[in-house]
Every structure is written in structure tokens, then in C-alpha cells.
């Protein structure tokens, strides 16, 4: 089932990563579209892990929470997560909550 206010698109990425662009707002209700997206990617075999978050409009804790699950399930599998094309307004999340610290966040 797909959310009304979350999209994912999966492509290939740097460094033999895989790419999900998503779009729109992550929250608990929308949070599973981005984990399908994710678990896809590492079942097929892929450990690094890009999420371009350019078109994202809003992000609450549980979107955090899912950042930091992926952060620690590649890690585990020797590979990584990246955030990418982060909006100020979630960077600012981040640092506040000084999760800039833990994950690899690029503008």
C-alpha cells in the first residue's frame, strides 16, 4: 500500500549505493513507504544507502527514529547510510537533536 503523502523512487547510486529519492512528508503514518523502499534495496544486496531528502516537505520523530534504524542496520551489514540534499528545515532537526553527529547528513 503506498501513502497519499509519502513517495519513494529507488535508482542506482555512487559507490554501488542505491538512491531512494523520496517525496513529500515522512510521519508515522507515511514512515513504512521509505522502509519498503529501504528493505527492498538491502535484500537485493546493497548496503549503502543514499536518501535524497530535496523534496521532502516535513519530518516528525518517527522519520528520525527510521533514520537512525537504517543507520545502525547498514552499518551492521558493513555498509552505510547517507542523507542527502537535506531541506534547512530538517537539518535544523538534526542538529537540535544532534543526530548531524551520528549520521552522515550533506546538503
Known sequence: MQS???T????AGPESSVVLAATG????DSRGE??????AALAEGCHRLV?????VTFCDSSG???F????????RR?????LQAVPPHLQEMLRVTRLDEMLDVRD
Open 34 to 39: 521509505l522502509r519498503r523502499g529501504a528493505d
Open 25 to 28: 512528508e515522512i510521519d508515522r
Open 78 to 82: 558493513d555498509g552505510w547510510l547517507r
Open 8 to 11: 519513494v523512487r529507488a535508482q
Open 64 to 66: 528520525l527514529s527510521l
Open 68 to 75: 537512525i534504524d537504517l543507520h545502525r542496520e547498514t552499518l
Open 51 to 55: 536518501i535524497d531528502l530535496g523534496a
Open 4 to 6: 497519499d503523502i509519502l
